[in-house]
């Protein structure tokens, strides 16, 4: 089990922006803010989540060189639906539009996106149509 994640960004506003409208669907906020001076080597981070838990973090450190993925499990289809239109709204690229994939389970309903880094990020959902 996932505790949490966290990744670093290239553009730490602009990402914390962006988390904050595309996960609103997810009934995501921002739960927590730390400053670089706080033992985080000059680099704020973020921590985003719900019932006052933060499990996805972003820090300002650059970016990756590689592809990161990370799915998020929703309680609905529609919070699926939502999810992709806020990102959209709020700059991401599309990847794959909610959809289907019956090989993973019958139920298996997500979307996936590209977030300001170039990061897939999607939200699943196992509950049946």
């Known amino acids: 089990m ?14 914390k922006a962006f988390y904050l409208r595309a996960f609103a669907p997810l009934g995501y ?14 680099m704020p981070a973020a921590g985003f989540g719900k019932n ?4 996805f973090w972003i820090r300002g450190e650059g970016g990756l060189s590689g592809i990161l993925h990370v ?5 609905s289809r529609k919070i699926v639906d939502e999810f992709y239109d806020a990102a959209l ?19 298996y309903y997500c979307a996936m996106i590209w977030d300001p880094d170039g990061y897939n990020i999607e939200a699943a959902c196992y509950a049946p149509a």
């Open 89 to 107: 709204a709020a700059g991401a690229k599309p990847k794959n539009p909610p959809h289907t994939i019956p090989q993973y389970d019958p139920n």
């Open 71 to 75: 799915a998020l499990t929703v309680d």
């Open 29 to 42: 906020s921002l739960i927590m803010e730390v400053s670089g001076d706080e033992g985080r080597g000059n």
């Open 52 to 55: 006052g838990k933060p499990d």
């Open 2 to 15: 996932i505790d949490h994640v966290g990744f670093p960004v290239s553009d730490y506003e602009r990402s």
